[in-house]
């Protein structure tokens, strides 16, 4: 089985992928009499038509090393998962090669990032790696074909340094 | 100063300022071959014109009691508050009355609790009750006057039982 190694989140590894939704080094504003920082518009949802709407995503916690056996992809919308603990997570992510996924990538996030997969960009399931597992997802919400799954004929194996 | 005593947030006696962001008691569907609860569409994104964005922001924890000098609205969108970590916050909303903000009224979450405050809506400012204060918000981005404040001659303390 091919081994993937998952490397640490960054916005420029990340970019042809999605968009890391993580504080700047500093807050583009101060807000409510200097008492909060707003890091703004991180991320911008990509919806196609219907609505742009906020679900829970209340998911098991996975252990590396992990068998990757599929990705996914939301061609009418943007997905962003918003850990509500302070835990990291895998995100794996694959290239598009003519209609299929090309060779998988893995990203470790730090507590307190959140990303954005973009529009119609093949990725894993949510996979937390410590409970509670609780996401805040923000992606379309309305009627219409929005998943394309592809499963692997050979499973790739996902570690950590 | 007038006290008012915060109350747990039920979606019943929140409804008219917003929506509460928890988990159903059930979820909608499972999904991920059986590991995902999807709570879905919780809350529906209402922007005007413009995008729907994700921000951080990053507040200081306040304690109670809490003085209320102020409650803002925001005519042209909704916006929600996802805590990025699993404790309660504060939060504070007041009816309108003919323009000016009413009676406020103060509510407790729980962990792994959200909300998103209708469209111009009055409410109190991000108030996390426990570090990190880190939320991610959903909410417009877009130009134009989307922030209106009331001060009140007299403030009120915001205290809980």
Chains 1, 2 share one sequence.
Request: glycine share 10%; with cysteine.
């Amino acid at each position: 089985m091919t081994t993937i190694t998952a490397k640490p989140l960054t916005p420029q590894a990340f970019a042809p992928f999605g968009t890391v939704i993580a504080r700047r080094p500093e807050p583009d504003v101060m807000i409510n009499q200097g008492l909060c920082g707003r890091h703004h518009a991180l991320a911008l949802a990509d919806i196609s038509d219907g609505a742009t709407g906020i679900s829970l995503f209340d998911a098991e916690p996975r252990s590396l090393p992990y068998r990757l056996d599929m990705v996914e992809r939301h061609p009418l919308g943007s997905q962003a998962f918003i850990p509500m603990s302070e835990t990291g997570f895998l995100v794996i992510v694959a290239p598009d090669d003519e209609g299929r996924p090309g060779a998988p990538l893995a990203f470790l996030t730090r507590p307190g990032e959140g990303i954005q997969i973009a529009r119609n960009t093949w990725h894993g399931v949510l996979t937390p790696l410590a409970p509670p597992g609780l996401f805040a997802v923000i992606d379309r919400i309305g009627d219409g074909p929005n998943l394309e799954e592809h499963w692997f004929d050979r499973p790739y194996t996902v570690t950590a340094k």
